[in-house]
C-alpha cells in the first residue's frame, strides 16, 4: 500500500513542490492544510501515515500545532519543514516530538531519504 | 521536587521489598496462619505502594494497593486462604515487570487484567532470563559541515539510539543539545545487542551523517566499566565513609611529615614517616576493599521461589535451606554467580531430587581459613561414576583406554563437559548435566573452582571454591576477599594510580 501523506504549509507554491514530490515516489497525498488550526481535525479525519508540517504559518504557527497533535496521537509522525536559520525552531520541534525535519530549499532525494527512513522506523 | 533522582533509590528498595514478598508467600504456603509473616508482608505490600505513589508511577501503585488490601485482609482473618499465593506471586511478577518498565523507560504496562483477577503469563523458570548478548560500543559521528541545524540532528540520532539501546553516555549530551550548542561530532557509549554492522548502516542512513568510527569496548572493558558504574549506585555504610574520610585526613598529614623530612634530608624521619604512610595505605585500602563486600543473602533471596515454582512444575516435594548468608563476597563477584546459583538449585530440583520422597535442597556459604565456599547440595538420586563414564565415551568424548583410567573425581567432572550437557539420556540418568559447563567457566573466569562430591542414591554436592586474600590493616580484624576482587583493587585504573603515587 502506498504511503499516505498530508502536506501543511501556508504557501501554495511549498505545498505543489512537497506534492509533485510525493506524487512522483509513488506516494498517496490525502490532504493539505494552509494554516495550523487545521492540522488536527484534518489529521482526525484522514489518518495519514505522515506529515510534514511547516515551523512557521499564519494563525497557529507549526510549533503550537505540533504540539498538539503529539498530545493527540504521540505516534505520530511528523516532518517538519523550516527555512534557513530557524535552527533553534527546529530544535524545539524534535523536541516536542518531530520525527525529523527539511530545510528550504531542499532537494527531492532529501525529502524522500528523510520520508522514508522517518516512515521505516517503526 | 524533581523525583527523578530518587529514581534508582526507589527501584533498588522496591526490589528488595519484591524479593522478600517472594520470600514471605512461600513461607505462608507452608505455614499459612503465621501470623507475623502475614504481617510482613502486609508492610512489605504497604512501603510498596507509598513509594510508587510518591514516585507518581501510577500503575505501580494501583498494583501494590491491591496487594496491600487484600494482604490487610488476610492479616485480619488471620491466615492465607488456601491456593491464594498464586494470585499474589502473579502481582510480585507484574510489579517486577513494572520496574523493568521504569529501567527500560518505557509506558508502564497494562494492569487491568491483573486487578481483575485475570491470569497474568509469566515466564516459566527455565526461560527466565535469555541472556541478550549485549556489547558496549564507543560511537562517534561526526556532521557534514553544511548540515543544518545540527543540534536537532544530533538530538534525533540521540533519540533514535535509545531506541536500539542503553544510552550510556553521551557527549555532548541530550541536555546539552536542546540548548542548542553547536554540534557536528557526537559520541555515544552504547550498550546493544545490534552487531556493530547494522548499527552503522541504522546510524548511516541519518542525513548530514558523514562519518561514522567504532572503537570496540569489548576488550579493554575499562570504559564500559566506568559508564556502567556511573549509572549504579552503591550504598556504603556511614561508619565505613567516617573512616575513610578519617584515614584519608591522616595520610594528607603524613604527607606534610614526608615532604618536611625529604626538604631537611633527614633519612631516619623519612624512613620512619614512609612507614606510617604505608600502614595507613594499607588500613585505607583494607577499608575501600570493605565497600565492595555484601552477604552472600543478596542473591538468594529469589531462591525460594524458584524452588517452589520448579517443585510444583515437577510435581517433586522440595525445601530449600538457605545457611551462611551472612558470608561476605565482593560484589561484582556475587553478580556474576547470582545465575550460575540458579542454575544449580534448578539443576539439583529437576534433575537431582526424587519424585515422592521428601526433597532438600541446601545452598550454604561458608568460610574457610583460605577460601568462601558457596554450596549447593540435595538428598536426590546422585551421580553415578560408572554411567557418567560410559555415556562420555558413548558420545565420543572419551577413548575406552582413558575411561578406564578415571578416577570416581574425574568421572564426575564429566559433567561439566561442554558436550555432555547436551546429551538428553545423561540428563536423565543421572541429571546436573544441564549447562554445568556455564557453570564452571563462570565460576573460573572469577577465579573459584567447581568440585562435584556425589555417589548414587546419596544425593549430590556441588561446591564452588573462592580462593581468599587477607587484607588487614594494623590492629583490625582480619577480612578475607576474594583474590579477584583484591586484584581488581590493587590493579586501578592508570588516572587513579596515579593519584595515589
Not at chain 2, 95 to 111: F, I, K
Request: aromatic share 4%; with cysteine.
Amino acid at each position: 500500500m502506498s504511503l499516505r501523506v498530508m502536506i501543511v504549509d501556508d504557501a501554495l507554491f511549498m505545498r505543489n513542490i512537497l506534492r509533485d514530490i510525493f506524487l512522483r515516489a509513488g506516494f498517496e497525498v490525502v490532504a493539505e492544510a494552509d494554516n495550523g488550526e487545521e492540522v488536527l481535525p484534518l489529521y482526525r479525519q484522514v489518518a495519514p501515515d505522515l506529515v510534514t508540517l511547516d515551523i512557521i504559518m499564519p494563525k497557529r504557527s507549526g510549533l503550537e500545532a505540533l504540539r498538539e497533535l503529539m498530545a493527540a496521537d504521540p505516534a505520530a509522525r511528523v516532518v517538519m519543514v523550516s527555512a534557513l536559520g530557524q535552527d533553534a525552531l527546529v530544535l524545539e520541534a524534535v523536541d516536542a516530538g518531530a520525527r525529523d525535519f527539511i530545510v528550504k530549499p531542499f532537494k527531492e532525494e532529501k525529502v524522500l531519504e528523510v520520508v522514508r527512513r522517518v516512515t521505516a522506523q517503526d | 521536587m524533581d523525583m527523578e533522582k530518587y529514581r534508582q533509590l526507589f527501584l533498588e528498595e522496591a526490589r528488595e521489598h519484591l524479593t522478600r514478598m517472594g520470600q514471605l508467600l512461600v513461607l505462608l504456603e507452608q505455614a499459612p496462619e503465621d501470623g507475623e509473616a502475614l504481617a510482613a508482608l502486609f508492610r512489605q505490600a504497604h512501603s510498596l505502594k507509598s513509594m510508587a505513589s510518591a514516585m507518581g508511577y501510577a500503575a505501580t501503585t494501583r498494583v501494590a494497593h491491591h496487594l496491600e488490601e487484600t494482604l490487610a485482609q488476610w492479616r485480619d482473618s488471620g491466615s492465607m486462604p488456601s491456593g491464594a499465593a498464586d494470585h499474589l506471586l502473579a502481582g510480585v511478577d507484574l510489579l517486577e515487570g513494572l520496574l523493568e518498565d521504569l529501567v527500560a523507560e518505557r509506558p508502564e504496562r497494562d494492569t487491568a487484567g491483573f486487578l481483575i483477577g485475570e491470569p497474568v503469563p509469566r515466564a516459566t523458570p527455565e526461560a527466565a532470563a535469555p541472556a541478550v548478548p549485549q556489547l558496549v560500543y564507543q560511537v562517534t559521528l561526526e556532521l557534514a559541515a553544511e548540515t543544518m541545524a545540527p543540534a536537532a540532528r544530533a538530538l534525533l540520532i540521540l533519540r533514535d539510539l535509545h531506541t536500539q539501546g542503553e544510552v550510556l553516555h553521551a557527549q555532548p549530551n541530550a541536555d546539552t543539545l536542546r540548548r542548542g550548542a553547536p554540534c557536528r561530532r557526537l559520541q555515544v557509549w552504547l550498550r546493544t545487542p545490534l552487531s556493530q554492522a547494522v548499527l552503522e548502516a541504522r546510524l548511516r542512513g541519518f542525513s548530514d551523517v558523514e562519518l561514522v568510527s567504532f572503537l570496540d569496548d569489548r576488550r579493554g572493558g575499562r570504559e564500559q566499566r566506568r559508564w556502567a558504574k556511573t549509572e549504579r549506585t552503591v550504598r556504603v555504610r556511614i561508619d565505613l565513609l567516617e573512616q575513610m574520610v578519617q584515614l584519608s585526613g591522616e595520610l594528607l598529614t603524613r604527607r606534610d611529615v614526608l615532604q618536611r623530612a625529604a626538604k631537611a634530608r633527614d633519612w631516619g624521619e623519612l624512613d620512619a614517616a614512609l612507614g606510617a604512610t604505608g600502614r595507613l595505605l594499607e588500613h585505607l585500602h583494607h577499608e575501600v576493599l570493605q565497600t565492595r563486600l555484601l552477604p552472600l543473602e543478596s542473591i538468594t533471596g529469589r531462591l525460594p521461589r524458584l524452588v517452589r515454582d520448579l517443585a510444583r512444575a515437577s510435581g517433586k516435594q522440595a525445601e530449600l535451606r538457605l545457611l551462611g548468608g551472612g558470608v561476605l563476597l565482593d560484589r561484582e563477584l556475587l553478580e556474576a554467580l547470582a545465575e550460575p546459583l540458579m542454575h544449580l538449585v534448578r539443576n539439583a530440583v529437576d534433575h537431582g531430587l526424587v519424585a515422592g520422597t521428601a526433597g532438600e535442597v541446601t545452598v550454604a556459604g561458608r568460610l574457610e581459613e583460605e577460601a568462601v565456599l558457596i554450596e549447593v547440595g540435595d538428598n536426590g538420586r546422585g551421580l553415578d561414576p560408572a554411567a557418567l563414564t560410559r555415556k562420555a565415551v558413548e558420545r565420543g568424548l572419551l577413548s575406552a583406554g582413558r575411561a578406564a583410567a578415571l578416577t570416581v573425581g574425574e568421572a564426575l567432572e564429566l559433567i561439566c563437559l561442554p558436550g555432555f550437557s547436551t546429551a538428553p539420556a545423561v540428563t536423565e540418568i543421572s541429571g546436573h548435566g544441564v549447562g554445568m559447563d556455564v557453570v564452571k567457566t563462570t565460576v573460573e573466569q572469577l577465579g573459584g573452582t567447581v568440585e562435584i562430591c556425589s555417589s548414587p542414591g546419596a544425593g549430590c554436592r556441588i561446591r564452588l571454591r573462592f580462593p581468599l586474600l587477607s587484607a588487614s590493616g594494623p590492629g583490625r580484624d582480619v577480612h578475607p576477599l576474594p583474590a579477584a576482587a583484591a586484584a581488581a583493587v590493587a590493579a586501578p585504573a592508570p588516572e587513579i594510580g596515579h593519584a595515589v603515587s
